[in-house]
């Protein structure tokens, strides 16, 4: 499974960006994608990796960091191979890389060692 993120880019304090995780690949995993939970984790300069948010395939059930504190929301459209991370309320602190991860887990972004693939990210600042 190949995930691409894009959607990233520069907004001011307060604003809102939507980023997108397609997903492409060859054979059976693409068509399995329905079972991969995908989540998108960040990582800001300096700072360790951490999880933002999830979508787990099994019940769709939506999971957020604390610190989204109801300004995000996580989407999918299996159709489309497509997750959406919607953010809005962009504060400085968010600036970082976002990445999206799959794997066939019910395990959220707590345990990013059970997502197997992985993009290449796409990169969020939030600058005045």
């Known amino acids: 499974l190949h995930l691409v993120e894009s959607g990233g880019g520069l907004v001011q304090p307060g604003g809102s960006l939507t980023l997108s995780c397609v997903a492409s690949?060859?054979?059976?995993?693409?068509?399995?994608?329905?079972?991969?939970?995908i989540a998108w984790f960040r990582q800001a300069p300096g700072a360790e990796r951490e999880g933002v948010s999830c979508?787990?395939?099994?019940?769709?059930?939506?999971f957020y960091k604390d610190f989204t504190k109801g300004r995000f929301t996580i989407s999918r459209d299996n159709a489309k191979k497509t997750v959406y991370l919607q953010m809005s309320d962009l504060e400085p602190e968010d600036t970082a890389i976002y990445y999206c991860?799959?794997?066939?887990?019910?395990?959220?972004?707590?345990?990013?060692?059970?997502?197997?693939?992985w993009g290449q990210g796409t990169q969020v600042n939030v600058s005045s």
């Open positions: 991860a799959a794997g066939m887990t019910r395990a959220t972004y707590e345990f990013p060692g059970n997502y197997d693939y």
């Open positions: 690949g060859s054979g059976s995993t693409l068509d399995y994608y329905e079972y991969y939970s």
């Open positions: 979508i787990r395939y099994s019940d769709g059930q939506t």
